[in-house]
C-alpha cells in the first residue's frame, strides 16, 4: 500500500502569498511616505521668506514708502504661500491706487505695481477727485497747475464728476475753463468760469440747460463775456443775462432771438 505525503494545513500554505502582500504593501507605504517628505522638503525650500519687495513703476518715494508698510504688515510669509489676492484688493482700498497687481519671483521677491489715481479737481477744498469720481487723499503733492474745486453733498462726487466733465468738454470749444463747480443740497448746479462768470443750471434738464448756454456763448456772449456777470439758462426756450455794469440788468435771451441777431 503506497503512503500519501502528509497534508499541510491550508493556513500554512497560503502564508507565503500573504507575506508577499504585506511586504508589497509596506514597501508602497514607505515610498509614500518618502515621498511624502520629499515634497515637504522640497516645497520649503521653494517657500523661501519674502525678503524683497520691488515696487515697480513711476511712483514718489511717499507712494513706495506706503506700498511697502502695507506689505509688511503680513510679512513675514513664504513666497508661495503669500496670499497675493487678499494683498492687491488690500492695495486697491487705498483712494490713492486706481489698480494693482503683484506677482512672486523666485526665490525671495515679490513684485508690486501700482498706478495711481489721476486728480482732476479738488474736492471740498480738503481732498482730490480723480476722472472716475474718486475721492483721493495724496500721499504726496501731484497736483501740475491749478485745479478746478468741486463741492457737493455727501455722496454726490461721483455724478459730479460726470456733469464737470460734460461742461468742460462744451467750454473747451469757447476757450473757456472752470473754476468752481458747486451743487447745492436741492442739487442746483452753479458754474464759476475762470474769469468770474457764473451760469446757474438748476437742477432739471441740465444737458438741454447746457445746450442753451452753448448757443448764447456762439451767437451772442462770445466778444462780450468781460461784461458778463452771470448767465441764468433756468428758462424753457432761453437764458437771462446780468451785465456786470448793471445799466441794462437782467436780458433774457431767447434762442429763437439769437439765430436772428436780436440778441445783446
Known amino acids: 500500500m503506497a503512503l500519501s505525503s502528509p497534508r499541510r494545513p491550508q493556513g500554512v500554505r497560503a502564508q507565503p502569498g500573504r507575506v508577499r502582500r504585506l511586504l508589497g504593501r509596506l514597501l508602497a507605504l514607505t515610498l509614500l511616505l518618502a515621498l511624502a517628505v520629499g515634497g515637504q522638503a522640497l516645497f520649503a525650500a521653494l517657500n523661501a521668506p519674502v525678503e524683497v519687495v520691488r515696487v515697480e513703476g513711476s511712483l514718489p518715494e511717499a507712494g513706495q514708502a506706503r506700498i511697502r508698510a502695507l506689505i509688511g504688515e503680513v510679512l513675514p510669509a513664504g513666497v508661495l504661500t503669500l496670499d497675493v489676492v487678499a494683498l492687491q484688493a488690500r492695495l486697491a482700498e487705498e483712494s490713492w491706487v486706481a489698480s494693482a497687481s503683484l506677482r512672486r519671483a523666485w526665490p525671495d521677491t515679490l513684485r508690486v505695481q501700482v498706478t495711481p489715481e489721476v486728480p482732476v479737481a479738488r474736492w471740498r477744498d480738503e481732498a482730490l477727485l480723480s476722472n472716475r469720481g474718486r475721492i483721493i487723499d495724496p500721499l504726496w503733492d501731484n497736483v501740475e497747475g491749478l485745479l ?59 444737458v438741454a440747460r447746457l445746450r442753451r448756454v452753448d448757443a448764447v456763448l456762439t451767437a451772442a456772449l462770445g466778444t462780450q463775456l468781460d461784461r458778463v456777470d452771470s448767465i441764468d439758462a433756468r428758462y424753457d426756450n432761453g437764458v437771462a443775462v446780468a451785465w456786470r455794469d448793471g445799466t441794462a440788468g437782467a436780458q433774457v435771451l431767447a434762442l429763437r432771438d439769437l439765430t436772428s441777431g436780436k440778441g445783446r
Open 148 to 206: 478746478p474745486s468741486l463741492a457737493g453733498p455727501e455722496g454726490s462726487a461721483p455724478q459730479l464728476m460726470a456733469t464737470y466733465l460734460r461742461i468742460a468738454e462744451m467750454l473747451k470749444s469757447h476757450q473757456l475753463t472752470v473754476q468752481r463747480l458747486e451743487e447745492s443740497a436741492a442739487g442746483d448746479i452753479e458754474v464759476t468760469l475762470k474769469g468770474g462768470v457764473r451760469l446757474r443750471l438748476g437742477t432739471d434738464a441740465q
